[in-house]
């Protein structure tokens, strides 16, 4: 069992920028593979980024390519999201995700999540 609790969100203009973080507790952090979701209003939850418990590979989605980084510490027990050139489509609550194994079964079906952390962009 894993504990996950997510900070940095919160209010920016459109093309600014925000780091979220998400700290682990519980069993070991380098068991996971770590991701983050987001879910915008009336919209279903979707996939953003992910990273392999080495931090050798990642995945992003194409939405989010080439302006979001995601990241991770193991020795802080710590994944980061960094997110710039913000717009208002990247409004949503956005969801620390975990589970053993590779990137293509988190990004389908995660075991743990955190309680979500609003990240609001005005235009």
């Known amino acids: 069992q894993v504990q996950l609790v997510e900070s940095g969100g919160g209010l920016v203009q459109a093309g600014g920028s925000l780091r979220l973080s998400c700290a682990a507790s519980g069993r070991t952090f380098t068991l996971y593979t770590m991701g983050w979701f987001r879910q915008a209003p009336g919209k279903e939850r979707e996939f953003v980024a992910a990273i392999t418990w080495s931090g050798d590979a990642t995945s992003y989605a194409d939405s989010v390519k080439g302006r979001f980084t995601v990241s991770r510490d193991n020795a802080k027990s710590t994944m980061y999201l960094q997110m710039n050139s913000l717009n208002p489509e990247d409004t949503a609550v956005y969801y620390c995700?975990?589970?053993?194994?590779?990137?293509?079964?988190?990004?389908?079906?995660?075991?743990?999540w955190g309680q979500g952390t609003q990240v609001t962009v005005s235009s």
């Open positions: 995700a975990g589970r053993e194994g590779a990137l293509l079964r988190l990004k389908l079906r995660p075991d743990y």
